[in-house]
Nanobody, 118 residues
Framework: QVQLVESGGGLVHPGGSLTLSCAAS????????MAWYRRAPGKQRELVAK?????ITNYADSVNGRFTISRENNMLYLQMNSLKPGDTGVYYC??????????????WGQGTQVNVSA
């Protein structure tokens, strides 16, 4: 099992910044990839940014150039700049990798709310 705990959400004005954090713990042998997803009100969950074990990153077109994903050991971060009302939603941390049992695992955090509003 892997536990993911997100933090850093909150209310911010348009144009503002927030940094989300995700702490991964548990029976981790190797991380394959970690990612941030979000679910906007009334919409399906979508990929925001992803980082592989090789530190190669991918971003949704809507956030490219404004958001930066990074990882250090078992911590995942999302630096969000120039926030827009359309960035409002619940942000989820996602983990994919190898467990100490030898099995692959795929886990989600509980989510952290981000509200961008004037």
């Amino acid at each position: 099992q892997v536990q993911l705990v997100e933090s850093g959400g909150g209310l911010v004005h348009p144009g503002g910044s927030l940094t989300l954090s995700c702490a991964a713990s548990g029976n981790i042998a190797k991380v394959t990839a970690m990612a941030w997803y979000r679910r906007a009100p009334g919409k399906q969950r979508e990929l925001v940014a992803k980082i592989g074990s090789d530190n190669i990153t991918n971003y949704a077109d809507s956030v490219n150039g404004r958001f930066t994903i990074s990882r250090e050991n078992n911590m995942l971060y999302l630096q969000m700049n120039s926030l827009k009302p359309g960035d409002t939603g619940v942000y989820y941390c996602n983990w994919l990798g190898l467990l100490t049992s030898g099995w692959n695992g795929y886990y989600w955090g509980q989510g952290t709310q981000v509200n961008v509003s004037a």
